[in-house]
């Protein structure tokens, strides 16, 4: 894996001296957590600043010899809308390139070309004997390194914007809140995929009743579909609104067909994105527990039990995407037949109308 390692670290980008001098970067998130002797899980959520978050980015390794150090530590990354870079001085690209104690940098190719999955380098093939993760979905961007012996997790997650799911702001306080619930769990080197898969099955199923509303709503507007409401049926009463008779809501629909099944198909590949995390889960999660892990069997058994329940929820959700895009592609084409028929009615009307008495004089 050496030559893909150096392929990786000539691509990934470096910043200019002094070309983010000028902007004021807003403090990161960190979370710390940590178990003391008494077996009591102790949280605390602070604010770092870049630069402090830099110079220790500098010196990185995947544990601390400090046993007053937390076991597990994250630092979040916010971004302000889609299309705009994370809030972060570019010279983190140059840390991580450069450090290469603390994440494989196998991992830097995909962290540069933003390839959408889940990556896992395991212990065994890394130059640091240290398990490196990375998950990039619609919700975000998180990677992390799992050292086995002292079962510390180190890592960063970096917020995504899109209007399919909502604001950051919202999906970093769900991702948030399931980590306070599994809190006790965090010497798993699997806790953050589990939560990661569990965050975004939940999301997908919140899109999918959303998408199969606007569906609805064109069906019960176009007249054509298996489903309309049960108000008395707009496709029959005398003062039915038809596509036909608005152009306006012709055009509507269109837009909502399209951005509906672009959705969908979205959807398709958040899905198999949470089946490959819940299949890690149940069958090559254990290979990353160290041999001299202490924390028993009970950690991994609770999680693959919950992991089973998020998996029958990701086998319903597939049928359903498909369902739901077969009725987006019906409403599409529909449409697009009305529109069609609406510019060909438009041009024979206009090809019909006698010629203007003022036209008929110039040709004299």
Not at 72 to 78: K, R, S
Not at 150 to 160: C, E, N, P, Q, Y
Not at 303 to 313: E, G, H, I, N, Y
Not at 321 to 333: G, P, W
Request: charged share 20%.
């Amino acid at each position: 894996m050496d030559g893909i390692r150096k392929l990786a670290h000539r691509g990934f980008p470096m910043p200019k001296i002094g070309s983010y001098s000028g902007r004021k970067y807003p403090d990161l998130e960190r979370i710390q957590i940590r178990i003391d002797a008494s077996g009591s899980t102790i949280t605390e959520f602070t604010k770092e600043s870049n630069e402090s978050y830099i110079n220790r980015l500098h010196r990185m390794t995947p544990y601390d010899e400090s046993t007053n150090k937390a076991t597990f530590d994250l630092v979040h990354v916010t971004r302000d809308k889609a299309g705009d870079p994370p809030n972060i001085a570019p010279e983190v690209y140059m840390c991580l390139s450069q450090n290469q104690d603390w994440i494989d940098h196998f991992i830097l190719d995909i962290l540069h070309n933003k390839n959408y999955g889940f990556h896992h380098v395991p212990e065994e093939a890394s130059t640091n004997q240290v398990h490196t993760f990375l998950i990039t979905s619609v919700l975000y961007t998180l990677f992390w390194t799992y050292h086995a012996p002292t079962a510390t997790t180190k890592g960063m997650l970096v917020s995504r914007s899109c209007n399919m799911v909502g604001r950051s702001t919202a999906i970093y306080a769900g991702f948030t809140a399931l980590l306070r619930s599994y809190q006790d769990h965090i010497h798993n080197p699997s806790l953050l995929v589990f939560i990661s898969s569990a965050h975004l099955i939940s999301v997908i199923d919140r899109c999918l009743v959303k998408a199969r509303d606007i569906i609805r709503l064109i069906e019960s507007r176009s007249g054509h579909g298996g489903w309309h409401n049960q108000e008395p049926d707009i496709r029959s009463t005398s003062k039915k609104v038809t596509l036909e008779a608005n152009w306006d809501n012709t055009m509507a629909c269109s837009k909502r067909a399209a951005e509906c099944t672009t959705t969908l198909a979205n959807l398709e590949r958040q899905v198999e994105l949470a089946d490959g995390l819940n299949l890690f889960m149940i069958k090559d999660s254990d290979g990353c527990f160290g041999k001299d892990n202490s924390w028993g069997q009970n950690i991994k058994d609770s999680l693959k039990l919950a992991t089973k329940v998020l998996q029958s929820r990701v086998i319903h959700a597939k049928p359903n995407v498909s369902y739901l895009q077969e009725r987006a592609r019906t409403q599409s084409a529909v449409v697009s037949s009305r529109t069609h028929v609406k510019e060909l009615m438009s041009l024979t009307w206009t090809a019909s109308c006698p010629p203007h008495p003022r036209r008929l004089h110039y040709q004299h």
